[in-house]
């Protein structure tokens, strides 16, 4: 069966999930994630933030890395697993949206964060270490899923008051 003549194309979005209902299941509930899972996953986001903080030309890779943890705190703050103790969460979202749009308006530039921008990230990274070391597994994995979903919902169109969405990035 074809479609319509005048119906427009949808727009296929390769979905990527990093943990399945599988994984979060067999995740320990009492037991924070593997330390050599937490020391990578940190590891990452640190290796990414520095890259944007002093690399030539940061990659929008670790925007996105950096993009995640925050929404990934966000998620863990939202479900009552974590609170905002510097308060500065939605101060890094503002700053990595705002990198992100300067990134797209001005081609050529380097996708950067200024310098509060820089300190919100950071704080927040480093909650988010904290965090990932205090919670159980499976409550980690969880929120990872959430958070894929929350921003799959994003790119559909589902959107909340405070959500903000970069695409071309």
């Not at 069966?1 to 727009?11: A, L, V």
């Not at 924070?32 to 933030?49: F, H, N, S, T, W």
């Not at 479900?79 to 949206?97: F, K, N, S, W, Y």
């Not at 081609?107 to 205090?134: F, K």
């Amino acid at each position: 069966m074809s479609r319509p003549r005048n119906s427009p194309k949808r727009r296929q979005t390769l979905v990527f999930r990093t943990y399945t209902l599988l994984d979060e299941l067999q995740a320990s509930a009492t037991e924070p994630l593997p330390v050599e899972k937490r020391d990578y996953q940190i590891g990452r986001m640190k290796k990414a933030l520095e890259s944007i903080e002093r690399a030539p030309k940061p990659a929008i890779a670790d925007w996105r890395m950096l993009s995640d943890a925050v929404n990934i705190v966000e998620t863990l703050i939202e479900g009552g697993v974590a609170e905002d103790g510097t308060g500065l969460l939605h101060d890094a979202m503002a700053a990595l949206a705002h990198a992100g749009r300067r990134s797209l308006e001005t081609p050529g530039t380097p996708i950067r964060l200024d310098g509060p921008g820089l300190l919100a990230v950071r704080a927040v990274l480093e909650s988010y270490e904290e965090i990932l070391a205090a919670i159980p597994a499976r409550v980690a994995i969880a929120a990872h899923r959430r958070t894929e979903r929350r921003i799959q919902e994003i790119h559909s169109g589902k959107r909340r008051p405070h959500d903000v969405e970069i695409l071309a990035l």
